[in-house]
């Protein structure tokens, strides 16, 4: 099975479930998207895999969102694009196989990828 994870090294979330994943598998790749950031189509093939709408990725709390978007009327793509531009945006971690996603908050939930 191969899996990656959407993964900030400085996040205690993303920390945790980088350790729970590799107890799991090591088919696992780790993509560093604040080192690397996403693509649009990158970021659109990752709502596909989780089947969430954009502004559910968001982080609402980050500066950025607040000074920048926060109130502001945003179409999908807007919402993708200011992803594009600020990777702090994106929420994280974000686990995917072939062919579903899931937001590892908490971490556990990405053991259901196992099940």
């Known amino acids: 099975m191969n899996i990656q994870i959407y993964h900030n090294s400085r996040c205690s979330k993303s920390k945790q479930t980088l350790a729970l994943l590799e107890k799991e598998t090591t088919d ?13 189509d990158e970021i659109k093939e990752i709502l596909g895999k ?10 609402k709390n980050e500066q ?3 000074d920048n978007y926060k109130g502001k009327e945003m179409t999908d793509v807007e919402i993708i694009k200011a992803m594009e531009r600020n990777p702090k945006l994106i929420e994280r971690p974000i686990v995917i196989n072939e062919q579903y996603g899931i937001i590892g908050r908490p971490p556990e939930k990405v053991l259901s990828l196992f099940a």
């Open 50 to 59: 989780l089947a969430i709408k954009p502004i559910e990725l968001v982080r």
């Open 28 to 40: 696992l790749k780790i993509i560093e998207y604040l080192k690397n950031p996403l693509s649009f």
């Open 64 to 66: 950025i969102w607040k």
